[in-house]
């Protein structure tokens, strides 16, 4: 098979540095104030963190009185992102978050504007009870040529009020200027009042006159500040008024892409190029296209105009052909320089062509998908699994309340069988909420989901014959003591199908349980705990394991490895063989004594010949490769990145699996969409043994691909020949084939 023609738009694609300007990045937006625990001070190094409710991670977070320059109030610095996909891990303005304080929900928030420093005072207190919870929201206004205009801020509670709630607000500058009259220099109007919600309603407008003039300025803006609530609580204190100029140029941006060299003749490809608005008059820049390692005349036409985007459009395309050449070749790359702009200002003057061989075997090709379309029940699926015998897929889903979908599967088709949730006979007592991952013991025979909202790890059999669930056990968190299950976010079980092993990402904690081989009851043995030495083996303390996601027991069972997103790490325990307790070896932090690739180590495969440990570095587009030698000694070798031109895709790793035979591994790109294989180099006696070679990449809306956004988990069948990949924001299964299934099973021996 050959690499097809296909259409790619992958905004902002980071390949090789000199891309550096391509891929445009937002500041930061700060949460920032005091934080109490029901009126009283919080203990030094008591954690602050806030979460995004649409990407179900935690962004930032704060321990209590490390930085002394705040005077005691924390900070909280949230990512932000502007490119279409968004970068996972990174918000945008308006996302609904939530803020703990060591684990506890304190407050719901929505993300403010870039760059913008917001103050929030919280406490528990502010979501007890029935009390009604204020706040304002921050709020944009494009200015006039003369004039006035309000800009609209509007105050909220939480749930309406059986008495009338008031509130003070007053006007107060940043980096616009207020005054009594609009003059010159005088951006807005001072203004103070009291906003009035009835009985019943829940919210209430504030309004501030907007000075309009001529000219040419940045944006700026002004709080409002909220004061003296009666029959409510202020937990948001101010919202920032933000004032667009109308009399500046627009900004022009172009993007990079990606393109799949056609098999004979001429392919033509467009480059997009967009306004940040609209403008009254012609916009025109001047573009060329420039050689790389792709050659002009070779592997794509020169050209070179001048664009134009009429008065009142917003967007452009150039066109260049791209040539077919019949020779086997690594990526190439070719540039379009922008220059000499009319009407607008450049924020990027090089826009990147990635043009991958169409000689180049497929190694994984699209076979159908399901989804929530054609089954209602497939919303937000977070794990996907299939069952030993490969006839049956078990999908976690994160919508309403949480649950367990079952199919049937059979030549690369899955069919829709029945839906178990709480509300299911026999499941009265189970807990489904946010299901971060489930897994079987080896013999197909047990189930088991972590339940990461609930705290909790459901344990199920599954009928050998029929493939339905029966739930066995739920473990909570703390009924009655700590287990180290708090968030649990990941779960593994030791290849003889004895113990399981729990990632409590809130807990910071690794928990380990014996597995009942007779009903799968779990029974809690010990926890091991970020910080913490455990007196009962001869490890040391446990460090840099903050939030782990992800855990994996090797495949001789000796090891028990974690990767830990917070602290950018690879955690490593040994295991005992027979017990199944784990003590503490060691840890592996991106930037110290050499290591890279984990910046926000987000999962983990270890190879099936005890060999190497691989790690996706989310924060930083990386794959990490660590060898373990014939003393069990491991030991950090290489990384390979998107940067660096290693491979194409893989922006915000989420997911990596490696099939039976060693010889391929599969990785998830959450923020692009995208797939990509790897060939492994699986010959012990090679020097490159263990090495990755880029080999494939699948997209969402890439020639059939079309239902795999936002992509969170994967699955291999047992044969080898089919890979499953849960698309989160798609709600989606999208199902391939691997290289192996054309050749193994072209004679329908499946």
């Known amino acids: 098979?050959?690499?097809?023609?296909?259409?790619?738009?992958?905004?902002?694609?980071?390949?090789?540095?000199?891309?550096?300007?391509?891929?445009?990045?937002?500041?930061?937006?700060?949460?920032?104030?005091?934080?109490?625990?029901?009126?009283?001070?919080?203990?030094?190094?008591?954690?602050?963190?806030?979460?995004?409710?649409?990407?179900?991670?935690?962004?930032?977070?704060?321990?209590?009185?490390?930085?002394?320059?705040?005077?005691?109030?924390?900070?909280?610095?949230?990512?932000?992102?502007?490119?279409?996909?968004?970068?996972?891990?990174?918000?945008?303005?308006?996302?609904?978050?939530?803020?703990?304080?060591?684990?506890?929900?304190?407050?719901?928030?929505?993300?403010?504007?870039?760059?913008?420093?917001?103050?929030?005072?919280?406490?528990?207190?502010?979501?007890?009870?029935?009390?009604?919870?204020?706040?304002?929201?921050?709020?944009?206004?494009?200015?006039?040529?003369?004039?006035?205009?309000?800009?609209?801020?509007?105050?909220?509670?939480?749930?309406?009020?059986?008495?009338?709630?008031?509130?003070?607000?007053?006007?107060?500058?940043?980096?616009?200027?207020?005054?009594?009259?609009?003059?010159?220099?005088?951006?807005?109007?001072?203004?103070?009042?009291?906003?009035?919600?009835?009985?019943?309603?829940?919210?209430?407008?504030?309004?501030?006159?907007?000075?309009?003039?001529?000219?040419?300025?940045?944006?700026?803006?002004?709080?409002?500040?909220?004061?003296?609530?009666?029959?409510?609580?202020?937990?948001?204190?101010?919202?920032?008024?933000?004032?667009?100029?109308?009399?500046?140029?627009?900004?022009?941006?172009?993007?990079?892409?990606?393109?799949?060299?056609?098999?004979?003749?001429?392919?033509?490809?467009?480059?997009?190029?967009?306004?940040?608005?609209?403008?009254?008059?012609?916009?025109?820049?001047?573009?060329?296209?420039?050689?790389?390692?792709?050659?002009?005349?070779?592997?794509?036409?020169?050209?070179?105009?001048?664009?134009?985007?009429?008065?009142?459009?917003?967007?452009?395309?150039?066109?260049?052909?791209?040539?077919?050449?019949?020779?086997?070749?690594?990526?190439?790359?070719?540039?379009?320089?922008?220059?000499?702009?009319?009407?607008?200002?450049?924020?990027?003057?090089?826009?990147?062509?990635?043009?991958?061989?169409?000689?180049?075997?497929?190694?994984?090709?699209?076979?159908?998908?399901?989804?929530?379309?054609?089954?209602p029940e497939l919303i937000s699926p977070s794990d996907v699994q299939f069952s030993a015998d490969g006839k049956q897929v078990y999908v976690s889903s994160l919508a309403a309340g949480g649950s367990i979908l079952r199919f049937g599967f059979k030549h690369g088709k899955m069919t829709f069988l029945e839906k178990t949730d709480a509300g299911t006979a026999g499941f009265e007592a189970g807990l489904f909420g946010l299901i971060r991952d489930i897994t079987f013991t080896p013999d197909g025979q047990f189930l088991f989901a972590a339940s990461s909202e609930d705290q909790a790890i459901m344990s199920m059999s599954r009928d050998a014959v029929t493939g339905s669930l029966s739930l066995t056990q739920v473990v909570e968190n703390n009924s009655p003591t700590a287990l180290g299950i708090n968030g649990v976010y990941g779960l593994d079980i030791s290849a003889d199908g004895k113990h399981l092993y729990a990632a409590g990402s809130i807990s910071n904690s690794i928990a380990v349980f014996e597995i009942n081989d007779v009903d799968g009851s779990l029974t809690h043995l010990e926890s091991e705990y970020q910080g913490v030495d455990d007196t009962g083996d001869s490890g040391p303390t446990v460090t840099f394991m903050d939030r782990p996601v992800d855990v994996v027991v090797s495949p001789n069972g000796q090891y028990v490895l974690v990767a830990a997103d917070f602290s950018s790490s690879l955690v490593v325990f040994e295991r005992d063989v027979v017990t199944g307790l784990l003590t503490y070896q060691q840890s592996f932090k991106n930037g110290i004594s050499g290591i890279s690739g984990i910046g926000g180590a987000s999962a983990l495969w270890v190879s099936d010949d005890n060999k190497q440990v691989y790690v996706a570095g989310r924060a930083v587009d990386s794959l990490a490769t660590f060898a373990i030698d014939d003393n069990g000694v491991i030991a950090f070798e290489e990384a390979i990145s998107q940067a660096n031109g290693d491979f194409i895709g893989l922006n915000s790793p989420a997911a990596l699996l490696g099939n039976a035979s060693g010889d391929r591994l599969y990785v998830l790109g959450f923020e692009d969409s995208t797939m990509v294989t790897f060939e492994r180099n699986a010959i012990q006696a090679d020097a490159g043994f263990g090495d990755l070679a880029f080999a494939d990449i699948e997209q969402d809306d890439v020639q059939d691909i079309d239902n795999m956004a936002g992509p969170v988990a994967l699955d291999i069948d047992t044969s080898n020949q089919w890979i499953l990949v849960a698309a989160g924001i798609d709600n989606a299964i999208e199902i391939f084939k691997t290289h192996l299934n054309d050749l193994i099973f072209a004679s329908s021996f499946d």
């Open 1 to 375: 098979m050959k690499l097809h023609h296909m259409k790619w738009v992958l905004m902002g694609l980071l390949l090789m540095p000199v891309m550096a300007n391509a891929k445009l990045s937002q500041p930061d937006y700060v949460l920032y104030g005091t934080a109490t625990w029901f009126g009283g001070p919080l203990a030094t190094e008591s954690e602050v963190s806030i979460y995004l409710n649409n990407q179900l991670i935690t962004v930032a977070n704060y321990a209590m009185g490390t930085d002394q320059s705040l005077n005691g109030l924390y900070a909280l610095r949230v990512p932000m992102d502007a490119n279409d996909p968004r970068e996972f891990g990174k918000a945008r303005p308006g996302d609904p978050a939530s803020i703990y304080i060591n684990g506890s929900l304190v407050a719901e928030v929505l993300i403010g504007e870039y760059g913008v420093a917001e103050r929030l005072d919280i406490d528990p207190i502010n979501l007890s009870g029935d009390a009604s919870v204020i706040n304002i929201s921050g709020a944009s206004v494009t200015e006039t040529d003369s004039g006035q205009v309000d800009v609209e801020l509007l105050v909220t509670l939480s749930n309406s009020s059986d008495a009338v709630v008031t509130v003070d607000w007053v006007t107060v500058d940043d980096t616009a200027v207020g005054a009594d009259a609009c003059n010159f220099d005088v951006d807005y109007l001072n203004s103070s009042g009291t906003a009035t919600i009835p009985i019943g309603q829940t919210q209430a407008l504030v309004r501030v006159p907007v000075c309009g003039d001529a000219l040419i300025e940045s944006t700026e803006t002004f709080d409002v500040v909220l004061s003296n609530a009666q029959n409510g609580i202020i937990q948001f204190d101010r919202g920032v008024a933000t004032i667009l100029d109308n009399d500046g140029l627009p900004e022009l941006r172009g993007f990079d892409r990606v393109v799949f060299e056609p098999e004979n003749g001429v392919l033509t490809q467009t480059f997009e190029l967009k306004l940040s608005r609209s403008y009254e008059q012609d916009v025109q820049v001047t573009y060329q296209t420039v050689a790389g390692s792709a050659m002009a005349g070779v592997d794509f036409v020169s050209s070179s105009g001048q664009l134009t985007i009429p008065a009142g459009s917003s967007q452009a395309n150039i066109a260049v052909d791209f040539l077919a050449d019949g020779i086997e070749e690594d990526i190439e790359f070719m540039t379009v320089l922008l220059s000499n702009p009319v009407n607008t200002t450049l924020v990027n003057s090089e826009l990147k062509a990635f043009i991958l061989d169409a000689n180049k075997d497929e190694q994984t090709t699209s076979s159908d998908q399901v989804d929530s379309n054609a089954v």
